[in-house]
């Protein structure tokens, strides 16, 4: 599968609400936090200088880089930081050295996500909410449990899947969209000088003047650009015609339009600094805007939520995570899905967060370090592409691409002073991820490497076994193996403990590949070997949903008779138990071990019938 050729007016609208949702709502925060802490004079220079920094901020990062360059970089038409990833890895793959480097960066990358998908719901939620404080100080009380209430009652309908409230998602977007623009349009009319700030010069200028201060609040600055990274993790859903024209037809505008709007609203009332944005409206107009917002708000934590899902999964089928409970939520979308202990575990961090920071503006100060990590290291895999994918010359890989090197190093470092006021937290949660996935990775290293040892060559073993054949019942044994050829241990304890083998034999093993989709033509491999037995390998990207059943039917056509009613898949059951030796320190082979117990099963994973599956155990020291 790959993006869309073709799009509508209403391809269109539901971009905007699912790619747009975080950079549509940073107006709630951002140019209140540039001047919330004291290190911007509040002057109308400054107030010229930072609009300026706002607007060539977003068309830097967002117009040029993102929009312009990185959404060529599709893997299949598929986008995102693990498309990115297995894109770049695939394309130095004849240097291991270098390839393994990258996997290490763009997995630390893919990690650093769910720190941001703490962070980014938190904020803006948050923020929404405290526009009631504008309304009245007397609801001040009220804004952390309201918040609480709607993240709740947010990470509660996961379950239920997002079909039925998704159509909803774009024209609530477009209309929040709307309202920004017109607030902003009213109050650039009383100061339409405000608009001589679209000019760099002001921007350079500041930063010319103030060049500590500049670089300090650079940490603030990239508030106005939360979730440009999900221009490209959304390209496969959308494709790049209707991402493009979004931007620069609704979301580019509007977003100027109200930054521009709010600092005319400072030029005539200093005072409107607290929170300019929700400053801007007319008291008659507060509630509904708060009511909106939220909204709002909501619409983009949810696009972030899906995205954690999709990236998990994605994660997993890549080998760097354990099988999780997947439930599909959709019948008729498969991408639709819920891993409910990613949900919860998101939720509990935010809730922490919330409560810990307990301000819009203290989050901003934990907001920062892992979004921009993330973009330096989507410029870093994107030159890799452009140069060993695309094979164009180096000094125009260079010249595309050190640029924004140069940009986005500015941004991290400045986010960098974040890191004791809160960006510690992001870090954490990512660095723990990251942990889990490089111990999951190396702890499946070193049991295959076990398995190695100990195997049997599985064509051998057949031909001794029929040299004296046990007694054959009737109907087909699916035996999953890890490894193509050698002889499963499943198959082991059936014949010593049952002493039967089926009439027929599919010796599979499951592969993923660091691409988007493998084609049903090209999904399975199947090789004769004799007496009624088959090696078959059966192939999935890393975003192909795995149903082996279904893979395993195009077996029919080279003689395998698959009837449901009378087959059964073996699997083994490996329990690990952590030693002493030349592998992991023990405490990973014990978080190895853990996160072997805890996976879910094997046959819910494969897509396999319940009442069709034998488990059989066995021990691996590792």
């Known amino acids: 599968m790959s993006a869309p050729k073709t799009f509508s007016p209403a391809l269109i609208i539901a971009a905007i609400g699912v790619v747009y949702g975080d ?35 977003l068309t830097v990062i967002v117009s040029l880089k993102y929009v312009v360059l990185v959404l060529r970089a599709d893997n299949e038409g598929e986008g995102g930081l693990v498309a990115m990833l297995a894109l770049a890895s695939r394309a130095v793959h004849d240097k291991p050295k270098l390839r393994q480097l990258l996997l290490m ?122 979730g440009a990274e999900a221009l490209y993790a959304d390209l496969g859903h959308f494709g790049k015609g209707p991402i493009r024209i979004a931007w620069f037809s609704v979301v580019m505008p509007a977003l100027t339009l109200n930054y521009f709007g709010q600092g005319a609203l400072l030029l005539e009332n200093p005072e409107a600094v607290k929170n300019p944005f929700f400053n801007m409206a007319p008291d008659w107009a507060l509630i509904p805007l708060v009511i909106l917002a ?110 924004f090197f140069i940009v986005d190093f500015m941004f991290f470092a400045s986010n960098l002073l974040k890191l004791f006021e809160g960006g510690w937290f992001p870090l954490m949660i990512g660095g723990a991820v990251f942990t889990l996935m490089i111990t999951w990775k190396e702890g499946r290293r070193l049991m295959a490497e076990v398995q190695r040892a100990d195997a049997i060559d599985l064509q051998s073993f057949l031909d001794s076994v029929f040299v004296s054949p046990p007694t054959r019942v009737e109907g087909t044994a699916v035996f999953l193996t890890a490894a193509p050829g050698v002889v499963p241990n499943a198959l082991l304890h059936n014949l010593k403990h049952n002493k039967v083998l089926h009439d027929q034999n599919m010796f599979v093993t499951v592969r993923n590949h660091e691409v988007p989709w493998v084609p049903m033509d090209k999904r399975i491999e199947i090789e004769a070997l004799g007496h009624h037995c088959w090696q078959i390998i059966v192939h999935y990207g890393f975003k192909n949903d795995i149903d082996l059943p279904r893979a395993l039917e195009h077996a029919r056509m080279r003689g395998c008779q698959l009837e449901p009613m009378t087959t059964s898949y073996f699997l083994s059951r490996d329990v690990v138990i952590p030693t002493l030796g030349s592998g992991m320190v023990p405490w990973r082979e014990k978080l190895f071990a853990q996160m072997h117990h805890n996976a879910s099963g094997a046959a819910d994973f494969l897509g396999l019938p319940n009442n069709a599956v034998v488990e059989l155990g066995s021990k691996i020291e590792i």
């Not at 107006?27 to 930072?50: D, P, R, S």
Request: proline share 4%.
């Open 23 to 57: 950079i549509g709502t940073s107006v709630l925060y951002a140019m209140k936090e540039v001047f919330a802490h004291g290190h911007v004079q509040f002057t109308i220079e400054n107030v010229y200088g930072i609009l300026s920094m706002f607007f060539w901020t």
């Open 294 to 403: 939220t909204a709002a708000t909501v619409i983009a934590s949810q696009a972030l939520i899906t995205g954690a899902f999709s990236v998990t999964r994605q994660v997993i089928q890549l080998g760097y995570l354990p099988r999780l409970n997947i439930e599909h939520t959709s019948v008729r979308t498969a991408g639709q899905i819920y891993i409910p202990v990613v949900n919860w575990g998101l939720f509990v961090a935010i809730v922490l967060a919330v409560v810990m920071f307990r301000s819009s503006s203290s989050l901003a100060a934990a907001y920062g370090i892992a979004v921009t990590t993330d973009m330096l290291i989507t410029t870093v895999l994107t030159f890799f592409v452009i140069r060993f994918a695309w094979k164009l010359p180096l000094a125009l890989c260079i010249a595309s691409t050190a640029w």
């Open 105 to 226: 960066v763009g997995i630390f990358g893919t990690s650093l996500f769910y720190g941001d998908g703490v962070i980014t719901p938190a904020i803006s939620v948050l923020s929404a909410v405290e526009g009631l404080e504008v309304v009245s100080p007397q609801f001040t009380h009220y804004v952390i449990p309201i918040t609480l209430v709607v993240l709740f009652c947010l990470f509660f309908v996961q379950k239920s899947g997002t079909a039925g409230i998704g159509k909803f998602f774009g024209p609530i977007t477009l209309t929040w969209f709307a309202v920004i623009a017109v607030l902003g349009v009213h109050q650039i009319l009383n100061h339409p000088e405000i608009l001589k700030a679209l000019s760099p010069h002001y921007a350079l200028k500041f930063m010319w003047d103030n060049p500590m201060t500049s670089f300090i609040i650079l940490g603030a600055t990239v508030l106005c650009v939360t």
